[in-house]
């Protein structure tokens, strides 16, 4: 026993000291508050008007057959605000898009990865265009959409957490679910999604106005959680399992020498039949008259032997 916790506790130090991960260094936080000021209204109906879009340049120009809705329609769309009027044309442009397309295409698509800090930093150069990532579903409840002429009466709104990002949520918003998929507001599911980036989209947290990135995608490409074997396969349990046989076999071992040596030790059974075989069993009379009987031979022999013994006259 002595030795087997000797090496039981080497194995342990063993597998804590080169075989455990390495602790990786946690990402950047990201502040996500909205800094703008709020507009102060010194008229109350005053109308607010935005300036006219900026168009796509550049490579955007040439890249116009991959983004997910037209250019002149993703031009519309501002970044840290809501949802907003001027936002409809290229949201269900988008829409339109990933409903004529299927998850084969977009997989075989050579999709650029990407990280919450490029989506988060880097909204206008990403808008409408495909984008790849990975990260675990935590809230996934189903939205109805506005009044449309597409025939879209609603979508799936998701916040999950990147993979590589820090502890700030990215919304995705799906059109369907793979089969099986759990929804609700506390899972924990892993997914991968390939969509288009929409917009910087604000929203109300519980201490602040924060901003998230925001993607459209057809669905998310589910990869469920295998459940762990039981017992474990670490080194340490196969010691511990290891173990727990040796004393097993230790505790039957001694077991079966304390029985061996009792049966031993244990004088054997006699047969009472067998001992008074040889023995004449009389009634009390009978042994009465055998007594009489026998002291009368005694006292003969004694008085012949006296008579014998007395010297002749």
């Known amino acids: 026993m002595p030795p087997a916790l000797v090496i039981l506790l080497a194995v342990g ?23 703008m000021a709020m507009v102060t209204r010194t ?6 008007i935005e300036a006219d879009p900026q168009p796509f340049t550049g490579e955007f120009a040439s890249e116009a ?16 605000t809501v ?7 290229a949201w269900f442009g988008i829409w339109q898009t990933l ?6 295409a977009f997989r075989k698509a050579g999709v650029r990865e990407v990280s ?33 002429q597409y025939d879209i009466t609603g979508y799936w709104q998701a916040w999950m957490q990147p993979d590589d990002g820090p502890a700030s949520p990215i919304v995705v918003y799906f059109l369907q679910l793979p089969p099986g998929l759990p929804h609700g ?7 991968e999604v390939i969509g288009y980036f929409f917009k910087r989209w604000a929203y109300e947290a519980t201490d602040a106005i924060r901003t998230a990135p925001l993607v459209m995608a057809l669905e998310p490409i589910w990869k469920p959680l295998k459940p ?30 304390n029985g061996t040596a009792r049966v031993r030790s244990t004088p054997s059974a006699v047969d009472l039949s067998a001992t008074l075989s040889n023995i004449e069993l009389f009634s009390p009379g009978e042994a009465l008259r055998q007594l009489t009987a026998l002291e009368k031979e005694t006292d003969a022999k004694a008085a012949h032997t006296h008579l014998n013994e007395r010297p002749p006259t």
């Open 228 to 257: 762990a074997p039981p017992g474990g396969t670490s080194i340490g349990g196969y010691a511990l399992v290891t173990m727990g046989l040796l004393v097993a076999i230790t505790l039957l071992g001694i077991r079966y020498a």
């Open 83 to 89: 949802f907003r009027s001027g936002d409809d044309e």
């Open 116 to 148: 919450f800090a490029e989506l988060f930093g880097q909204p206008r150069s990403f808008r409408g265009r495909l984008v790849r990532f990975s990260g675990t579903l935590h809230r996934l409840q189903k939205v109805e959409a506005p009044a449309n």
């Open 99 to 104: 409903r004529s397309s299927d998850m084969p």
């Open 185 to 191: 507001m506390k899972i924990n599911e892993p997914v």
């Open 13 to 35: 130090w063993l597998e804590r000291v080169y075989l455990q991960p390495q602790p990786v260094a946690e990402p950047p936080q990201i502040d996500t508050v909205v800094k």
């Open 43 to 48: 008229v109350e109906d005053a109308v607010t």
């Open 65 to 80: 057959e991959l983004m997910g809705a037209s250019l002149s329609s993703l031009a519309k769309v501002r970044d840290d």
